[in-house]
């Protein structure tokens, strides 16, 4: 937007890949209360990105949050995390260390009860568990052809429209995948669905093996490989 | 600082946040269902504590948890707003900019209204004339649909008004861009969007309130020019202000 006007004083001429390139000396220092508002605005701005689910860049953090603070930038991001933590029991987790992709992720322990989501959102989250529930006891890895047949099981059919889910196909490629949930390996004609980097966040192999074990009736014991996997984070 | 935050308070914060709009009665069951679930103080009759103490940690952040009434029925309801951008750009990071512009006009034809109400024909009308891209009526349908499922609008018989979600995180802007022109309720001081006018002064009264003020009286009278009331205030008939 106004960069080119804002870099004039500055050591820094542009954002490129949100590296560094300004030389410490010749960096403005702002005040606590710029750095505090930028604070502001990045915690309003990563709530956004989480409401709806879109993992967040950090190039785009740069782009529209930071601009010219690029020298405060680890200051900023770690204060909005503590609000994020403190206020909305949020935390800010990178999820790829290669490519600077962050996640909000829910810190409080999911409680039982009708609270949790709204209306259809719910009924989504239940659909995730299931499906999250097939790729953990079939190995942690499934083609999409498996799950489409697992989910036919269920009177759950891809190619139509579901009541509540409208189009499965494109809920589970499209909503589940890019939030970071199931995840398909990118090879194309067969995919393969594993868990994406906010199921292992906020959810747990243990927890959704309990799961499992409650439908089923049994002890989680019983399935011995997954019991004892579910068990190696903890223990 | 006031109170500290506890995960109780947390939880409440982000249900409320994902839920966009909470009916109080809801509200109250999600204070109880928080403070239980994370084994902290519960009062039942501490709702706005509870609700204040959020307040004061979101105050530096140009956010808070706010109450409004609806207008149709009357009862409370919560949102969570952000102070910091109460125009309708808000709304700019889900919407596309003929979107909005087609909302604006909305928010145009129903507050300009007599009765708060856009008729879905008359916001279709205008769907060919958006400056920033011309849209096809069955586009603008589309949108309006989804103004509906995001709570910014609410539909009846195919009129349109503003959602209770929509008038609690605009409140402030309505009443500033609109200025004169914007109505507020005779008796509860606040925006009316949705009013009953008197026909002789023309102050304007929300429906929940007009039906409060006038139970039990055999004859409404205005409450300040004191001449007859004429609009039907059961509420069956919220059309009776058009004349």
């Known amino acids: ?128 568990l299931v499906i999250l529930s097939f790729i953990f006891m079939k190995g942690n890895s499934v083609k999409d052809s498996t799950l489409w047949e697992f989910l036919h099981l269920l009177r759950v059919y891809p190619g139509r429209q579901h009541s509540v889910f409208g189009d499965v196909r494109k809920l589970v490629t499209e909503e589940f995948v890019p939030g970071g949930h199931p995840h398909p390996l990118t090879e194309p004609p067969e ?13 747990s192999k243990k927890d959704v093996l309990n799961f499992v074990a409650k439908m089923q009736g049994k002890e989680p014991a019983f399935w011995a490989s997954q019991y004892s996997e579910a068990n190696q984070g903890t223990a | 600082m006031a109170a500290h935050m506890t995960n109780a308070h947390r939880r409440f914060l982000q249900v409320l946040m994902s839920n966009r709009i909470t009916e109080g009665s809801e509200a109250r069951k999600l204070h109880q ?68 512009e087609l909302f604006r006009k909305t928010m145009d034809l129903i507050i300009l209204s007599e009765n708060g109400f856009a008729s879905s024909t008359d916001i279709l009308n205008l769907a060919d004339q958006l400056k920033t891209k011309k849209m096809k009526k069955k586009e603008a349908e589309q949108v309006l649909k989804v103004f509906v499922e995001d709570k910014w609008l609410s539909e009846k018989n195919g009129e349109y008004t503003l959602h209770t979600r929509c008038i609690i995180e605009m409140e402030q802007y309505i009443l500033s861009y609109y200025q004169d022109l914007a109505k507020k309720c005779n008796l509860c001081h606040s925006l009316a969007i949705q009013s009953q006018v008197c026909e002789s002064c023309g102050i304007g009264m929300h429906l929940p309130c007009a039906r409060k003020y006038f139970r039990g009286q055999t004859e409404p009278r205005c409450p300040k020019c004191n001449e007859f009331w004429s609009c039907d205030t059961p509420g069956v008939n919220r059309m009776g202000s058009q004349t």
């Not at chain 1, 989480?50 to 949050?65: A, E, F, G, S, Y």
């Not at chain 1, 980097?197 to 959810?203: H, L, N, Q, V």
């Not at chain 2, 409004?68 to 596309?96: C, F, P, Q």
């Open chain 1, 1 to 128: 937007m106004s960069q080119r006007k804002r870099s004039k004083g500055l050591g820094c001429s542009q954002m490129t890949d949100g590296e560094v390139d300004c030389i410490p000396t010749q960096v403005e220092r702002h005040s606590q209360d710029q750095v505090n508002q930028k604070v502001n605005e990045l915690v309003q701005f990563l709530l956004v990105k989480d409401q709806k689910k879109i993992p967040i860049k950090r190039t785009d953090i740069l782009k529209n949050v930071i601009w010219e603070y690029k020298n405060a930038y680890s200051e900023i991001v770690k204060k909005a995390d503590k609000i994020l933590q403190e206020v909305f029991g949020l935390q800010l987790v990178e999820i790829d260390s290669k490519r600077h992709i962050y996640i909000l992720v829910n810190k409080l322990l999911h409680a039982e009860g009708q609270h949790l989501c709204r209306g259809k959102e719910k009924e989504k989250m239940g659909l995730l």
């Open chain 1, 191 to 203: 995919f393969k669905f594993q868990w994406g980097p906010r199921a292992e966040k906020e959810t």
């Open chain 2, 33 to 100: 269902h928080c403070c239980e679930t994370d084994k902290v103080y519960y009062a039942h009759d501490k709702l706005d504590d509870f609700i204040s103490t959020i307040n004061s940690h979101l105050q530096p952040l140009f956010m808070q948890i706010r109450k409004g009434i609806s207008e149709d029925d009357g009862r409370a309801h919560y949102a969570v707003v952000n102070l910091a951008e109460t125009e309708v750009t808000k709304m700019a990071s889900d919407y596309t900019e003929m979107e909005l």
